[in-house]
C-alpha cells in the first residue's frame, strides 16, 4: 500500500504542476490566442480591383472605405471587425450597407493589416475612440458603430467613453464580457481570474441610451449564445433581437441581397 500511495501522489505531484504550467502559459500567452495580427497592407492595386481606397489617408490610414463616395449619404458606419483576419475581409459590409444610404468605413485595428502597435484593450478601444471622433469631424452624423464578435466589445467600450453622439450599435455575434466567455471555454481553469482585456459589454453600455441591434448564431461555438443573450437582457434602451436559427459563428448568411440587412439598417434609421 506504501508504494501504490507513492505512486498516486507521484502521479497527482505531475498533474498538478502540468495543470500549473499550461495555466501560467495562458495567461503569458492570452492576447497571441486572442489578437491574430498581421503586418500585411493591402496593396494599393488590389485596393484599386475592389474600388476600396485607405481611410482617411494611404499615409495614416485607419481603415478602408468606397473609392467613390456615396452620393447623398444618410449616415456613416463604422464596423471593427473580429480577431481573426482583417478590415479588407469585410468588404460584404459595404456590399450591404451602401444599398440602403450608408456610408460605410471598414476600421482596422492597431497591429492589423500593416497598421503599427500592439492590441489590447486599452490600445483598441482608444484607437477606435479617434476612428469615431475623425469620422465624425469629417462627415457629422449620424454615425453607427457595427462590432463584430471581438468588434463589439471594443465598440462597447468606445462607448463607455466618448462624447461624440453615436446613433447607433450593432452587435455582431457579442459576448457579455471576456473573462465570462474564457470561463465557459477553459471551464477547467480559474480563466475569469487570469484575462487581462476585460471587454465588459454590459458594464460599457449600461447608461448607452441609443438604439442597439443584437445579432445571434444559435449555434455559436465560438462565442456561445448565452453569453450575448446575457449583454442583451442586461442592454435598457430600444433594442432589437436577430437571432440566426442553426447556425454557427462564422456561418451567418451575409449576402447583400438577404432581407435582415435591410430590418437591420430600417431599426436603425426609424
Do not use: C
Not at 35 to 47: E, H, N, Q, V, W
Amino acid at each position: 500500500m506504501g508504494e501504490i500511495a507513492k505512486g498516486l501522489w507521484s502521479a497527482l505531484s505531475y498533474a498538478l504542476i502540468f495543470y500549473l504550467v499550461f495555466a501560467l502559459l495562458l495567461f503569458v500567452f492570452q492576447r497571441n490566442l486572442l489578437y491574430f495580427t498581421s503586418d500585411l497592407k493591402p496593396p494599393k492595386k488590389l485596393l484599386e480591383v475592389d474600388n476600396l481606397r485607405f481611410w482617411p489617408s494611404a499615409e495614416d490610414y485607419r481603415g478602408l472605405t468606397p473609392a467613390g463616395e456615396l452620393a447623398d449619404a444618410e449616415g456613416t458606419v463604422i464596423v471593427f471587425h473580429g480577431n481573426a483576419g482583417l478590415a479588407y475581409h469585410r468588404a460584404f459590409y459595404i456590399d450591404a450597407l451602401s444599398q440602403y444610404g450608408l456610408r460605410v468605413i471598414l476600421a482596422e485595428y492597431p497591429g492589423y493589416g500593416g497598421r503599427e502597435g500592439r492590441p489590447s484593450e486599452s490600445a483598441l478601444v482608444t484607437d477606435a475612440t479617434e476612428t469615431l471622433r475623425l469620422a465624425y469631424r469629417a462627415y457629422g452624423g449620424p454615425v453607427y458603430l457595427w462590432g463584430e464578435s471581438l468588434g463589439s466589445g471594443v465598440v462597447s467600450g468606445v462607448v463607455s467613453q466618448t462624447d461624440v453622439p453615436i446613433a447607433g450599435l450593432v452587435l455582431f455575434t457579442p459576448w457579455d464580457s471576456l473573462p465570462n466567455l474564457a470561463q465557459t471555454h477553459y471551464w477547467y481553469l480559474p480563466a475569469r481570474w487570469l484575462v487581462l482585456d476585460q471587454y465588459n459589454s454590459v458594464e460599457n453600455l449600461q447608461g448607452y441610451q441609443g438604439k442597439v441591434a443584437v445579432i445571434l448564431a444559435e449555434m455559436d461555438e465560438v462565442v456561445p449564445m448565452k453569453h450575448g443573450r446575457k449583454l442583451y437582457e442586461s442592454i435598457t434602451t430600444n433594442k432589437k433581437l436577430w437571432l440566426f436559427e442553426a447556425t454557427t459563428h462564422n456561418a451567418v448568411p451575409v449576402a447583400a441581397d438577404l432581407l435582415w440587412w435591410k430590418d437591420v439598417s430600417d431599426f436603425l434609421s426609424e
